[in-house]
């Protein structure tokens, strides 16, 4: 399927993140992960992450399925990421079902089931306490 593009924050790297991750590259010949910024986490989730995001850039970039990384620093910019990058596929997170359809004019837009039972905030939950 050629070149496959993923979005994501990735803070506090988890089994979750990896899988959509191997998913995700198993549908093209190569993945393209955009991390999003410190400052759009800030806006998405009203909190900093707990990693930079120089952090998680690179400890995306590191994975064996990844073949590249780049900074989404707005949710308004997909269209252009998608072109720029020149993607075949957009694949998400079932938590954002229908919201990505609007691209289907210039790649297949995919959404995979979330893997159960774990999330960032319930580790960060767990971690406090
Ligand atoms: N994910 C998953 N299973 C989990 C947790 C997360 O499959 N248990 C997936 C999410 O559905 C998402 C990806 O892992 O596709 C990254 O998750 P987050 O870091 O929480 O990404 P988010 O903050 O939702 O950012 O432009 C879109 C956003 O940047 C997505």
């Avoid at 979005?7 to 790297?13: A, L, M, S």
């Avoid at 308004?76 to 596929?89: F, G, T, V």
Wanted: overall charge negative.
């Amino acid at each position: 399927m050629g070149t496959v593009l993923t979005f994501g924050t990735f803070d506090v790297f988890h089994v979750g993140h990896l899988r959509i991750l191997e998913r995700a590259a198993a549908l093209g010949d190569r993945l393209i992960v955009g991390v999003s910024s410190d400052d759009l986490n800030i806006s998405k989730k009203g909190r900093a992450p707990v990693f930079p995001q120089g952090e998680r850039l690179q400890l995306v970039a590191a994975l064996r399925c990844v073949d590249a990384v780049f900074l989404e620093e707005s949710l308004q910019l997909k269209r252009h990421y998608l072109s720029e990058y020149d993607a075949d596929l957009l694949a998400m997170g079932d938590d954002w079902r229908g919201r990505f359809d609007e691209f289907a004019d210039i790649c297949k837009v995919v959404y995979f089931e979330r893997t159960p039972a774990i999330s960032t905030t319930a580790l960060i939950e767990k971690i406090r306490l």
